[in-house]
């Protein structure tokens, strides 16, 4: 799984939260999983792990278990974990888009 724990340097924190919620799912392109995941780190204290064909079945049941506060995923791979991803419990999901402009020069 890939696991990132953030230190919270720039907020002032030096601990995680000892209250714990549910996980959160973020549902993104894929063209920026990487932007979420760095702006996870820069500006909290999150356990988060992206969701891989190469480990979306473990990804997905460490969540599950509490393990990882946030798991970030593309919108193909949540279609394709969906059925294993509604066994979660999750306390908030963000579905989030990014809208293309194609310009036209005449």
Do not use: Q
């Not at 993104?28 to 969701?51: H, I, M, Q, R």
């Amino acid at each position: 799984t890939n696991t990132n724990k953030a230190s919270n340097s720039s907020c002032g924190t030096s601990a995680p939260p000892t209250d714990h919620l549910p996980p959160c799912l973020i549902v993104c392109p894929a063209t920026v999983l990487a932007n979420w995941k760095l702006e996870l780190t820069k500006w909290g204290y999150f356990s988060v792990s992206t969701l891989t064909s190469k480990d979306a079945n473990e990804a997905i049941k460490t969540t599950g278990k509490g393990n990882i506060e946030i798991l970030l995923s593309s919108y193909p791979m949540a279609s394709r974990w969906c059925t294993e991803l509604a066994g979660v419990k999750w306390s908030l999901i963000i579905l989030t888009l990014i809208l293309t402009l194609t310009l036209t020069l005449t």
